[in-house]
């Protein structure tokens, strides 16, 4: 006995989704089922649904989806259309789950670099400080031992006896240097604008292999980057310190031309200073390492002051 489908039955394009299985809906253990098989299949299951012995409310729609499900296997283009279709569905299925797998695998891995290289970053700025640290207390240890040296050599001059011709007159040819222990520092600024700039901020034995060519370096230590160009106050620039062993070298450093020196790291540094100028101002340390003679020193400071003069009165 037939039944009308009511105005809610589904027709065959409801029928396939990825939750819907007809054969699971039939009772079919497989999607290879005869035609034998199908119609027992339908038999034994559309008789718990027939609204003569089923008075349930959902009993009618039950009975015709299985039904259209048994027509449609039944046929067999239409069942080859609901196969096709039905396989494509699942193989998206599949595709759109393992996309989802590869999104957090994907996300997993980022979260965990960025972790990494949040460490990395404080470990670095934490080795950076400590650098800074001891070469700050090395420079103090320095500094007070040249001063200790130079209090005991003027407590030897005031003891030792001093003869008629020594009284008289100084020895004016000894020279003087105008440098001091801690000048054998001296501060790099690169920019950070390519590669190579940011390498060296990474590593300080690129640094040291091209001052090296200076003379001996004693320590070499690479600044957290923090420093910005005043000309610009958007790009920010490298920043290290490099002590040399010897004052000789470190003058060489500062004074060489890198305008004119067409090495890579030669092309990205900004500036070469001491990190503490001599101590009389007023004197060229560029030009001389020693002290200039006072009567020269004071024609030379009148000398451009009479320049000066003469150069607002024209302006007037």
């Given at each position: 006995?037939?039944?009308p489908p009511s105005s809610n039955a589904p027709s065959l394009n409801e029928l396939i989704t990825p939750s819907l299985n007809i054969y699971q809906l039939l009772g079919l253990a497989s999607e290879?089922?005869?035609?034998?098989?199908?119609?027992?299949?339908?038999?034994?299951?559309?008789?718990?649904?027939?609204?003569?012995?089923?008075?349930?409310?959902?009993?009618?729609?039950?009975?015709?989806?299985?039904?259209?499900?048994?027509?449609?296997?039944?046929?067999?283009?239409?069942?080859?259309?609901?196969?096709?279709?039905?396989?494509?569905?699942?193989?998206?299925?599949?595709?759109?789950?393992?996309?989802?797998?590869?999104?957090?695998?994907?996300?997993?891995?980022?979260?965990?670099?960025?972790?990494?290289?949040?460490?990395?970053?404080?470990?670095?700025?934490?080795?950076?400080?400590?650098?800074?640290?001891?070469?700050?207390?090395?420079?103090?240890?320095?500094?007070?031992?040249?001063?200790?040296?130079?209090?005991?050599?003027?407590?030897?001059?005031?003891?030792?006896?001093?003869?008629?011709?020594?009284?008289?007159?100084?020895?004016?040819?000894?020279?003087?240097?105008?440098?001091?222990?801690?000048?054998?520092?001296?501060?790099?600024?690169?920019?950070?604008?390519?590669?190579?700039?940011?390498?060296?901020?990474?590593?300080?034995?690129?640094?040291?292999?091209?001052?090296?060519?200076f003379g001996e370096i004693d320590q070499v230590v690479v600044l957290p980057i923090n420093f910005v160009d005043p000309a610009?106050?958007?790009?920010?620039?490298?920043?290290?310190?490099?002590?040399?062993?010897?004052?000789?070298?470190?003058?060489?450093?500062?004074?060489?031309?890198?305008?004119?020196?067409?090495?890579?790291?030669?092309?990205?540094?900004?500036?070469?200073?001491?990190?503490?100028?001599?101590?009389?101002?007023?004197?060229?340390?560029?030009?001389?390492?020693?002290?200039?003679?006072?009567?020269?020193?004071?024609?030379?400071?009148?000398?451009?002051?009479?320049?000066?003069?003469?150069?607002?009165?024209?302006?007037?």
């Open positions: 006995m037939s039944v290879t089922a005869t035609s034998s098989e199908i119609r027992r299949a339908y038999r034994q299951t559309a008789l718990k649904y027939h609204p003569d012995k089923n008075p349930s409310d959902d009993a009618a729609e039950k009975f015709h989806l299985l039904t259209v499900a048994s027509e449609t296997l039944l046929d067999e283009s239409l069942r080859q259309v609901y196969d096709g279709q039905r396989m494509a569905q699942m193989a998206q299925k599949r595709q759109l789950a393992a996309m989802d797998r590869e999104r957090r695998r994907m996300r997993d891995d980022l979260e965990r670099r960025e972790q990494e290289a949040m460490i990395g970053r404080d470990i670095k700025r934490s080795k950076s400080s400590v650098d800074v640290d001891q070469l700050r207390s090395e420079g103090l240890r320095r500094k007070g031992s040249l001063q200790t040296k130079m209090e005991d050599r003027s407590c030897l001059r005031k003891m030792a006896p001093v003869s008629e011709s020594q009284s008289k007159e100084p020895d004016s040819k000894a020279p003087v240097t105008i440098f001091s222990e801690t000048d054998c520092t001296v501060q790099v600024k690169w920019r950070l604008t390519s590669p190579l700039g940011q390498k060296l901020a990474q590593d300080s034995q690129e640094l040291k292999a091209f001052f090296g060519k610009t106050t958007t790009k920010k620039m490298g920043s290290g310190l490099i002590v040399f062993k010897q004052k000789s070298v470190a003058y060489a450093a500062v004074k060489h031309n890198y305008k004119t020196d067409f090495t890579d790291i030669a092309k990205v540094i900004k500036s070469v200073e001491f990190t503490k100028k001599p101590t009389d101002v007023g004197i060229d340390y560029q030009e001389s390492e020693t002290k200039p003679d006072v009567a020269d020193l004071k024609a030379s400071i009148a000398a451009k002051l009479a320049k000066l003069k003469e150069k607002s009165k024209g302006n007037v």
